[in-house]
């Protein structure tokens, strides 16, 4: 039997996603993080950032990393468990145990590492690992990681949840869901995720990384938005290269959860811990966070009001989300692709998601909002996706 050849695999796989207009390239960007963004040499009006409160370029954040790495250095040196977690590190994982009203917070290297620990960590042979059909990557790639069975349930739909939890015999449940879905932009149902949890002595599992910083009282996250914490059976986490403008990840739960990651989770125990500059600037941001929530989130929530209603008006399809992430529906790749070229050479970067990202046939325009647009940003973006589509027959009529 002969042996198939790499380069000619690799090849036919190429060409493929080429002809599904599934090609994907890295932009050259050539400036900062802000609503104007110099991308392969162009400066483009950007929609595309996760930067929500607009938070990536402050200079108190620039100032906080520079005096750290006075202080500290560039680089740890090392891994949390060997000479690498400094001062910095400690602070910051106190101050934001104490900001999301948990027991213990620990910090990871990036929310993707942080979701691998998870199931490696916790889940074993016998248990049971459910997922939200919509998480993240990273969530999903952490439950395949454990030796458990694994199931997706249909997006938010608890009904179906538990007719696979009834259906699988299983020692533990691990349940587990985006709190804010990062390419629907939707919230899922948590007081009832955390109902079924209850129910049936789950551990739940709320990846926050879209409604950290931007959701709940002083931006504490979806969880506090609905009044709940990462305490008991929750365990939560937030990312600090969102809303934050800076970089990594936490979980925040119990002290027996926290601990049990600490000496198990591999993406935490064998990996250089965070450079303490970049945790300084992390701090700054949640000081920040503190003090302006009420202006930056304001000003955002009055955008993204101004954003749905000016859809509204053109006629665009948009998925029910009251968040910073607005997708506009296409449908169709290759029309989804074109949407987003004619948008940049309008001057506009707003990105076309197709699949695997998304369902097959649910390619989106998505667009996301930050505190550091204007009003007027909005209103002629919105302009721009209207005829952007109507240019590429993406069954549109541009309104006059």
């Given at each position: 039997m002969g042996h198939a050849n790499w380069r000619e695999s690799l090849w036919a796989r190429r060409k493929d996603r080429i002809n599904s207009s599934l090609w994907r390239q890295r932009r050259h960007i050539g400036s900062v993080q802000q609503p104007l963004l110099k991308s392969d040499g162009e400066w483009l009006t950007n929609f595309s950032s996760n930067d929500y409160l607009g938070l990536a370029a402050h200079p108190k954040l620039a100032e906080a990393m520079s005096e750290a790495s006075h202080q500290w250095g560039v680089g740890c040196g090392a891994s949390h468990m060997v000479c690498g977690h400094q001062s910095p590190h400690q602070q910051l994982e106190q101050a934001l145990a104490e900001f999301v009203g948990a027991e213990r917070v620990v910090l990871?290297?990036?929310?993707?590492?942080?979701?691998?620990?998870?199931?490696?960590?916790?889940?074993?042979?016998?248990?049971?690992?459910?997922?939200?059909?919509?998480?993240?990557?990273?969530?999903?790639?952490?439950?395949?990681?454990?030796?458990?069975?694994?199931?997706?349930?249909?997006?938010?739909?608890?009904?179906?949840?538990?007719?696979?939890?009834?259906?699988?015999?299983?020692?533990?449940?691990?349940?587990?869901?985006?709190?804010?879905?990062?390419?629907?932009?939707?919230?899922a149902p948590l007081i009832e995720l955390n109902e079924l949890a209850n129910h049936h002595s789950a551990l739940l599992f709320i990846d926050d990384a879209h409604g950290f910083g931007v959701l709940g009282p002083s931006g504490k996250g979806s969880l506090a938005s609905v009044g709940l914490a990462p305490r008991d059976n929750i365990v939560m986490l937030g990312t600090l290269g969102k809303a934050l403008g800076s970089f990594g990840a936490f979980i925040a739960a119990d002290e027996y959860v926290i601990e049990h990651l600490i000496q198990c989770a591999r993406s935490y125990v064998y990996t250089t811990a965070l450079p303490s500059p970049v945790v300084a600037a992390s701090s700054a941001a949640l000081e920040l966070l503190k003090c302006d929530h009420a202006v930056l989130n304001g000003h955002l929530d009055k955008l993204i009001s101004l954003f749905t209603q000016a859809c509204k008006l053109e006629g665009l399809s948009l998925l029910p989300s009251i968040t910073a992430i607005q997708p506009v529906m296409i449908g169709d790749e290759a029309l989804a692709e074109r949407a987003s070229e004619h948008l940049k050479n309008a001057g506009f970067l707003v990105p076309s998601i197709r699949t695997p990202t998304v369902p097959k046939g649910q390619a989106r325009l998505r667009v996301t909002l930050t505190a550091a647009h204007t009003e007027c940003q909005v209103k002629v973006v919105v302009k721009a996706i209207a005829r952007a589509l109507s240019a590429v027959g993406a069954g549109f009529e541009c309104r006059a």
């Open positions: 990871f290297s990036n929310g993707y590492m942080a979701n691998l620990a998870l199931g490696s960590a916790f889940a074993q042979r016998n248990d049971l690992c459910l997922h939200d059909k919509l998480n993240h990557a990273s969530l999903i790639d952490g439950a395949r990681l454990s030796n458990a069975q694994f199931k997706r349930y249909a997006h938010a739909d608890l009904a179906h949840a538990r007719k696979i939890i009834m259906r699988n015999e299983h020692e533990r449940l691990l349940l587990a869901s985006d709190g804010v879905f990062s390419m629907d932009g939707d919230i």
